[in-house]
Structure formats: structure tokens, C-alpha cells
């Protein structure tokens, strides 16, 4: 159980929902498609299979498909489910949110560093899910038995910023096909080591669990293990040991950004599971070295930041768009860093 429920916490954003596929057999009668995969999936409700089917997460043959459609000889059946029932209780819990935007169907969230996202092993309480659960308690989504109710994505526990909340089952479904078909726009702001040869780019390569720390994950440029990863850069500013770049997600791996920066010789600053807690850049001299350390105190995390985040609305249809401050203790070092690049340049100028 301790296993599984570790598991959960460094799942894939696509795995915080359920796939199948079907390849239906020549021999199949004509069934209806709720009744065929309520023969195949455990632990699911013909409910559950409506409302996916209303929001157009079950598919035969690539195209939606309502309940009572008749499932025939060789069709190709796909679909995308919340995951069953959890298995621990979870406490809703009076925590404070910093809601960005909300209506009937869903919320935005601007998310603090050091908040878990979803319960997980050693994390039961003090989570955004616990505090959801007491805002939205006579919501029917929330006491509906899910182990993680309304989350389509997420993001790590030292990383800030914007997150996207589903307020019923509906909106759920919709915004998880969302994720899966990755039409939604996320963008990161990420503080990294090192200068960047190019001003954009984008960095590819499968990404699983590393082979000898199943803790942190690895990149296997070789494709031989692990998912496809594409995470696109662009550099907003240099400050010549560092670098602030924005991050696209074009697929949503366990600390995708952290570990494709890492790859390409730019851990993020302060990222402590991937080396960027270590002066990677720079003169050994002691002024410096006081410096980074004393911009290390101020952002006891990995510099990242989801500052935005765009999707189509799951009702209206509308394309929806919004925007996060850089939190208080991230903003603090990308002052001092500016500072100091003042101040190494005026030195150099007297130097000549």
C-alpha cells in the first residue's frame, strides 16, 4: 500500500487519469458501448462511463460517442476515466486558497511553494486536495469517494504558480481530454545555471524513473525506457551565471522541466534533487560565494514559477487566459541577481 501510495505522488499528469484501449473481437455481438465496458473496466459505474461518454471521452474508431452507441465486430474502443475510488480517507481541511478565477464549472488556483498538490505517502494533510475538500464540500465531485476530486494536472510541491481545478464531473472530463490531446498552454518561468548558446529551443528526450533512485527521474536519451518529453525554452534574461527562461510543456512527465533543464547543462537554481544547490557557475571568490548562498536563504526551493495557463472553458467553449505574479521569495533573488550584474560590470568598467 506504502508503495502504491508513492506512486501516486510522482505520477505523470496524463496518469492521473485512467487509459484503455479495445480492440473488439470479430466475434462481438452488438452491445451497447456503457455495457461493454462495464463487462471490462473494474471498480467503474455506468455513471461514470455516461459522463465520460457526455463529455466525449469515449471514442470508437477516433470519433465520440454517446452511451447507447452499439459497439461492433473490430471496432477500436478508447477511453479516459478518473481513476477509481481511493482507499484512504481524507480530511477537508480549513486552508486558506488564493483563487484566481472561478465559475460553476471549475476554479484556478495560484498555488504557494511548499503546498502538496494531492495526498501521498507522509503527506495525508495540509494538501491543495484537503483544502478543496472543505471549500467545495456540498459539491458532489468532492465527496464522490476520488482519491484526488477536480485535479486534471499538477505540479510539484516546491514549484509555484498556476493550477487548473474541475468543479464537476463534466468539466472534469472535459479539461482531462484537454491535457491528453495537450491543447492547453502552460507556460513556466524557471531560474536556471549557465548561459544558453541559443535564445530558444527545445529540448526532447523519454523520461522515467531513474534506475538507481526510483525517487527522482532521469532522462533516457535513447528512448529505451521511460515516456516522450518535449519541453520548448526561451531566454527572457541573462544574468550571466544565470539564466530567467520560460518553459513550454508540450507533454506533462514527473518533474519534466526540472530534469530537461538538467539534461541540457542548466539545472534549475536551488533545485536541490538535481543539483542545483551547488555554485554551479562563477568565481570561487568568497563575496560570491556568500552571494549565491545568501540568495539560496531566500529561495530555500527550486526556482520555478506556472505563470500562465490557457485552455478552451469546458462549457462555453471559450478561450480562457491567465497570468501569475512571481512570488515574493523568486522575484527577491531575480533583484539581487540584477544587482549584482550591475555591480560586476561597474567593476570591470573602473578595471579599463
Same mark, same amino acid.
Given at each position: ?8 505522488? &510522482? ?61 461492433? *465486430?473490430?471496432?477500436?474502443? !478508447?477511453?479516459?476515466?478518473?481513476? *477509481? ?24 488556483? /495560484? ?11 507522509? =503527506? ?48 472534469? /472530463? ?14 513556466? @518561468? ?19 524513473? /531513474? #534506475? ?18 518535449? !519541453? =520548448? ?9 544565470? !539564466? ?33 544547490? @551547488? ?10 560565494? &556568500? ?10 526551493? +527550486? ?8 485552455? !478552451? =472553458? #469546458? ?19 531575480? +533583484? ?17
Amino acid at each position: 500500500m506504502i508503495e502504491e501510495i508513492e506512486d501516486i505522488e &510522482q505520477q505523470d499528469e496524463q496518469e492521473l487519469f485512467e487509459h484503455y484501449r479495445f480492440n473488439v473481437d470479430k466475434g462481438q455481438t452488438m452491445l451497447r458501448v456503457d455495457r461493454f465496458l462495464n463487462d471490462r473496466i473494474t471498480n467503474v459505474s455506468r455513471t461514470k462511463i455516461h459522463d465520460a461518454c457526455e463529455a466525449g471521452n469515449i471514442l470508437a474508431n477516433g470519433k465520440p460517442v454517446k452511451s447507447s452507441y452499439k459497439v461492433k *465486430p473490430n471496432d477500436l474502443i !478508447t477511453v479516459v476515466l478518473p481513476h *477509481p475510488p481511493r482507499e484512504i480517507e481524507l480530511i477537508p481541511e480549513n486552508i486558506p486558497l488564493n483563487i484566481v478565477y472561478e465559475d460553476n464549472d471549475l476554479l484556478v488556483v /495560484n498555488k504557494q511553494p511548499g503546498m502538496v498538490v494531492h495526498p501521498s505517502y507522509g =503527506h495525508y494533510t495540509g494538501t491543495l486536495i484537503n483544502a478543496l475538500m472543505y471549500h467545495f464540500r456540498d459539491l458532489p465531485l468532492f465527496s464522490s469517494g476520488e482519491l484526488r476530486p477536480g485535479l486534471v494536472h499538477r505540479i510539484d510541491k516546491n514549484t509555484s504558480g498556476l493550477l487548473l481545478i474541475a468543479k464537476n464531473e463534466f468539466a472534469m /472530463n472535459k479539461l482531462a481530454k484537454q491535457f491528453f490531446d495537450r491543447t492547453i498552454d502552460r507556460r513556466y @518561468q524557471a531560474l536556471v545555471w549557465g548561459n544558453f548558446p541559443e535564445k530558444e529551443g527545445t529540448i526532447t528526450g523519454n523520461v522515467g524513473r /531513474n #534506475p538507481r533512485d526510483r525517487k527522482v527521474m532521469f532522462v533516457f536519451s535513447d528512448g529505451s525506457e521511460g515516456k516522450p518529453a518535449i !519541453t =520548448h525554452y526561451k531566454v527572457l534574461e541573462d544574468f550571466n551565471y544565470v !539564466t530567467l527562461v520560460e518553459c513550454k510543456l508540450e507533454t506533462g512527465r514527473t518533474h519534466q522541466i526540472r530534469i530537461h533543464l538538467k539534461y541540457a547543462g542548466h539545472p534549475l537554481f536551488n533545485d536541490e534533487e538535481y543539483g542545483g544547490n @551547488q555554485i554551479l557557475k562563477g568565481t570561487t571568490f568568497t563575496k560570491y560565494k &556568500q552571494f549565491v548562498n545568501n540568495c539560496f536563504k531566500i529561495l530555500p526551493r +527550486q526556482a520555478l514559477h506556472a505563470k500562465t495557463l490557457s485552455f !478552451t =472553458h #469546458p462549457v462555453s467553449g471559450k478561450w480562457m487566459s491567465f497570468d501569475s505574479e512571481i512570488p515574493n521569495d523568486m522575484l527577491e533573488v531575480l +533583484q539581487k541577481w540584477r544587482g549584482y550584474l550591475v555591480s560586476r560590470k561597474e567593476i570591470e568598467l573602473d578595471v579599463d
